[in-house]
Every structure is written in structure tokens, then in C-alpha cells.
């Protein structure tokens, strides 16, 4: 049995907490969706949500517009994301800035795919932030922000070993850096080992597990395959032959989601990150099960216009 600090006592009750990503969207169907989703997992009085975010004016405002709509008609606590890709230095901070001046008080400051795609070498914009952790110094100049950061339970896929890509993270820590939320895996052993790992490194900061509730099998493969992630065979022996099978896909994959969550509370994890691709009916069912349970209606008392 694994002894991190992390780790709930067995003593006493330990309340789990969960936060929930989502993305802003891109079309009038996308945002009655995203905006359904909210309504639905907002009564859960989740720790906090976040908003993804990618390099290019377009995806930033609307990323800023999300946030911002969540402070003005929500109770929601809604943490940003940020990314070095794209802009100078002064740029970023305008827009750490602009977040400050909507209410936003926490980003999740990340490096960023390269401009270019996944597969192209990372280039830091000229003047602007290199690295995640120098992007961590730069928002808690600006603010005194509460900063998230990445961590990769099987390594980012750039990072030469898993040993370096843990003094990468020490480097964000050392940096400002108040928590971590992993990239999502599928065997709950690889987050436990990696968890060991970090402590022994001395990071002291919480590791948030990222965890993805399988929608599609096929898609969330070629999304692990392109972050490194690794997806055990057993877990694809689940979906196998549910293709056109919708409704029995659902089933499984509520299954498979909450084995994880409840395993990983077993091994006395308390929080709980997911990446939700804005659909909530998954999510919703991991939680009541976690045993949150809706404190209110519609908006968890949205706040008055």
C-alpha cells in the first residue's frame, strides 16, 4: 500500500471534490450544448471548472467569453486556460490581465501544441513565455492568481524520460505553481506509480487525476494515441463490437468510468478532474455515484443578472 500524502487517512471522512473541462464552442449548436451541459453538472457544486484554449485570436475570445459569461451568470467557479503559443510576452499578460479584470481567478497556464499541429517541433513565439513554467511566473506577476499546471503519468510526448518531464514539473512548481491535473489514462496503476514518483522528487503540490469518460472508444484511442497516452487491451475488449451499438456503448462506458473513480477513491483519492467534451451525462452519473448530489436547480443559484 502506497503511503503518498496525497492519500486519504482511512481515519476520518474525506469529502471528494471534482472539477470539470470543458471547451468553448465554435457554432450556435455547439454552445446550446455546452451551455445544457453546464446547467446539468452546475447543481453538483463542482471545485471548479475550467475552459480550454488554443493559440490564434478566434479560439482566445471565445475561450475569454465562456469564462466571462460563467462569473457574470453563475456560481460557477471557472478557471482559465492559457497557453504559450502565439503571442509575445506583453500580449499574454494583456490577456491574463483582461481575465483579472472579469473576476477569473485561476488559470491553467500550458505550454501549448506548436502552432502548426501535433508532430511539428515546438518553437517558442519570439518574445514570448518558452516554457510553461516561465508562463507560470508571468500570471503570478500579473495577479495573485491560483495557477494550474499539467502533469503526464506516462510522460509528455516530447520529454526524453519520465524523469524529465517530472523536473519539468518541479520547474512549474518552483515557478508558483498551486496544483496539477494529470493528462487522462485508463490504468489506474500508471497515476498511482507516477504519483510515488513525484513525491519522491519532492513535489508537494496536489496531482489532480485527469480522468476522460470514454463517449466514443474509437476517438478517445486516437486521442490517447496523440498524447502519449496508453490504452490497455482489456479496454478495448470492452467496446469491441459496440460500434452501432449506442445504447450498450453508454452502459459500458458508464461502467468502465465508474470502476476507475471508485478504484482510485479505494486507494483514498479525494479529487477528481474530467474532461468532459462538454457532454454531461456520464459525468453526472461518476459523481452521483462519488455521492455528490445536486444542492440546487438550473444554475446552483445563478447569480442575478
Known amino acids: 500500500m502506497r503511503l503518498s500524502s496525497q492519500r486519504a487517512s482511512r481515519d476520518g471522512y474525506h469529502p ?25 453538472l452546475a447543481p453538483l457544486q463542482p471545485k471548479f471548472v475550467s475552459v480550454t484554449y488554443g493559440a490564434g485570436g478566434s479560439t482566445r475570445e471565445r475561450t475569454h467569453n465562456t469564462v466571462a459569461r460563467m462569473v457574470r451568470e453563475t456560481t460557477l467557479k471557472p478557471a482559465a486556460h492559457l497557453t504559450c503559443v502565439g503571442a509575445t510576452r506583453d500580449e499574454i499578460d494583456a490577456v491574463v ?24 517541433a515546438y518553437r517558442p513565439h519570439e518574445g514570448g513565455y518558452a516554457q510553461t513554467a ?39 512548481v518552483d515557478a508558483g505553481a498551486d496544483q496539477a491535473i494529470t493528462q487522462f489514462f485508463f490504468d489506474n496503476e500508471v497515476y498511482l506509480r507516477y504519483l510515488d514518483k513525484v513525491r519522491a522528487a519532492g513535489i508537494t503540490i496536489p496531482i489532480i487525476p485527469g480522468i476522460l469518460p470514454v463517449q466514443n472508444f474509437k476517438q478517445a484511442a486516437n486521442f490517447a494515441r496523440r498524447t502519449g497516452a496508453s490504452v490497455p487491451y482489456w479496454l478495448a475488449a470492452r467496446f469491441e463490437g459496440l460500434e452501432d451499438d449506442v445504447e450498450t456503448r453508454r452502459l459500458v462506458a458508464a461502467a468502465v468510468a465508474a470502476e476507475q473513480v471508485l478504484d482510485l477513491v479505494d486507494e483514498g483519492v479525494n479529487d477528481f478532474h474530467f474532461y468532459s467534451m462538454n457532454r454531461s451525462d456520464l459525468v453526472y452519473a461518476i459523481c452521483h455515484l462519488l455521492g455528490l448530489r445536486a444542492q440546487a436547480p438550473k444554475l446552483a443559484a445563478a447569480k442575478a443578472a
Open 97 to 120: 490581465q483582461s481575465y483579472w479584470d472579469a473576476g477569473v481567478r485561476h488559470i491553467v497556464a500550458l505550454r501549448g501544441d506548436p502552432a502548426e499541429g501535433v508532430g511539428h
Open 134 to 172: 516561465d508562463l507560470v511566473a508571468g500570471i503570478k506577476r500579473v495577479g495573485d492568481f491560483k495557477v494550474s499546471v499539467s502533469a503526464y503519468p506516462e510522460k509528455h510526448p516530447e520529454a526524453a524520460s519520465l524523469d524529465a518531464d517530472i523536473d519539468a514539473l518541479k520547474a512549474k
Open 16 to 40: 471528494i471534490r471534482v472539477s470539470i473541462e470543458f471547451f468553448p464552442p465554435k457554432s450556435d449548436e455547439m454552445e446550446r450544448v455546452l451551455w445544457g451541459s453546464i446547467e446539468r
